[in-house]
């Protein structure tokens, strides 16, 4: 067992409201530049809708992610080695601008410039590219609020096979805000499809990043992330992605999606799991039994054996507090109400959601049921205006069972904080019914609700005492074949040509992190002054 820390984050989807204040705040701290205008690090999609960029979720077109091969083996679903070396200078699976939307802004100037007419002057939209005239056709919300839309609900590819229970009338209209972000997989495909070593997992807090001082630009990460969080930026060449504000985290702070989110949705704190556990969770063959694969990775941080491990594997003591204290394993492993965002993409997201509830009680009375009675509440889950199998292709790679749960646990819950309010005894049946007491809803009252700011984000600082060491992970300087260590020729390489050694001393070249302008011997494990 190999204990890691990972900072994660949870989102209650019953308290989005749509305002896209997060969207807004996050673009206006890290992807307000050039060449990032149509980025968005968080976005807010309404579903059903075909998401941004277009239709992402479709894998079948995309081919992001992992699946397994015929020896059942994890392989990314793009391919390997070879066929991105036969795809190099032409990736079939890269989505494109149109795929996303061509940013565009408004002509202010007209409304102050416009001669006098006898009709009112308007601002034409025109493109934050070109400068021209643009008639929009998407946008990163384009489809915000119209679930009910045939023409916008049917892009969603998770209605696939849903036609029969889902009917897109104006009668059993649904929908619900998905905010988005990168998910920091445990297992990320966006690092293994990286030719030149750019993307990397933090080791110390699981953050997965871009060096863009090795990212050549191949834009290989963009196609291999199944949830297409990683942008191209064409105005230096690199890739860029959702940081998850790594400086505040490393001084305590929440994201800044999270310090602005009006609807208080977002908990942040970290989850210990077994990093030997990883790659047998992600293999399951059963895409059904990936999220309690990935539910057996999450270490009980209160279990001494774990404890003890975790500081043998240098995990500070205040970071396996901070693990105790977090409400996102509460949420995730000890109450089991949040759900993993398509599990079947085989990463092993670390971004979680709890399922949007609907007015059950109302849907309760609205067949004849009691709306207190836990057994009609239960038997009303069923027929919610929201379908569990839509949900469930969302959140559980199809496996109902799940997604029923966790709505049943909220059920209860409200009904328990109901009747405390109006000063009646809470429903133990109701409680035991789903595993758990009212000390247990209570508590999960006080995360859901009533948590003040430092129980929503319990968030360790990080030690400056080791930043040495972690940078010592990216950093070539002080390895062979760097400034600190000439090669066998004398050569002083910088990390960036495409000259590395093996752990056996043999110098190599590797081809696809090569810069383009300095020689290139050894491209085929030659050995000089053997």
């Known amino acids: 067992m190999k204990v890691m820390a990972q900072i994660a984050m949870v989102m209650n989807l019953d308290k989005c409201l749509g305002c896209h204040t997060c969207s807004v705040t996050c673009k206006q701290t890290w992807t307000n530049r050039p060449g990032s205008e149509y980025a968005w690090f968080n976005n807010v999609e309404t579903k059903p809708g075909s998401g941004y960029p277009h239709r992402y979720e479709d894998q079948t077109r995309w081919r992001g992610g992992w699946t397994l091969n015929r020896r059942g083996k994890l392989t990314l679903r793009a391919g390997g080695r070879i066929r ?32 006098l007419s006898d009709t009112a002057p308007t601002a034409a939209p025109k493109s934050r590219l070109t400068g021209r005239p643009l008639a929009p056709r998407r946008g990163p919300n384009w489809d915000d609020d119209l679930a009910g ?5 049917a892009a969603d590819p998770n209605l696939t096979g849903l036609a029969d229970r889902v009917r897109l009338d104006f009668e059993n209209a649904f929908m619900f805000y998905l905010p988005r972000i990168c998910e920091h997989c445990l297992n990320p495909s966006c690092v293994a499809s990286c030719p030149s070593g750019a993307m990397y997992k933090r080791a110390e807090d699981g953050i997965v990043l871009v060096d863009q001082n090795r990212c050549r630009g191949w834009r290989f990460c963009v196609s291999g992330c199944p949830y297409k969080k990683v942008y191209f930026n064409h105005h230096t060449g690199k890739a860029e992605k959702c940081t998850f504000c790594y400086p505040r985290i490393e001084n305590g702070q929440p994201t800044i999606c999270s310090e602005t989110c009006v609807g208080r949705l977002r908990h942040l704190g970290v989850v210990l799991y077994d990093a030997d556990a990883v790659t047998a969770a992600a293999s399951v063959p059963d895409d059904t039994d990936l999220y309690p694969a990935q539910l057996s990775v999450f270490l009980d941080p209160h279990d001494p054996a774990v404890a003890a491990q975790a500081e043998r594997d240098g995990i500070a003591a205040d970071w396996l507090d901070a693990a105790r204290r977090s409400p996102v394993y509460a949420l995730i492993a000890r109450y089991r109400v949040a ?20 007015p059950i009680v109302d849907a309760a009375h609205a067949t004849g049921r009691h709306g207190e009675d836990p057994d009609d509440v239960f038997a009303t889950i069923d027929e919610l205006r929201i379908p569990l199998e839509y949900l469930a292709t969302l959140f559980t790679a199809g496996d109902t069972a799940p997604v029923a749960r966790s709505l049943r646990v909220l059920t209860v819950l409200r009904n328990h904080m109901r009747r405390k309010q109006f000063g009646e005894h809470g429903d133990d049946r109701a409680a035991a019914a789903v595993g758990l007491t009212a000390a247990d809803l209570e ?5 859901l609700a009533i948590a003040k700011y430092d129980e929503r984000y319990v968030i360790p600082r990080v030690h400056a005492e080791d930043s040495g060491g972690h940078l010592a992970q990216h950093c070539p300087v002080g390895y062979p074949g760097t400034d600190a260590h000439p090669d066998i020729n004398g050569h002083h390489g910088n990390g960036h040509d495409g000259r ?22 050894h491209l085929f494990g030659e050995e000089a002054n053997r």
């Open 443 to 447: 508590d999960l009252y006080r995360i």
């Open 84 to 115: 991105k070396l036969l795809t190099l200078f032409h990736n079939p699976d890269l989505p494109s601008l149109d795929d996303y939307y061509e940013p565009w802004t408004y002509d202010y100037e007209q409304l102050t410039t416009a001669p």
């Open 500 to 521: 590395f050694r093996d752990t056996d001393g043999r110098l190599r070249f590797n081809l696809l992190g090569w810069n383009g302008s300095t020689p290139a011997p």
């Open 339 to 358: 759900l993993p965002l398509h599990p079947e993409f085989r990463t092993l997201p670390m971004v979680w959601y709890i399922p949007p509830l609907s």
């Open 149 to 153: 839309s045939p023409i916008h609900a």
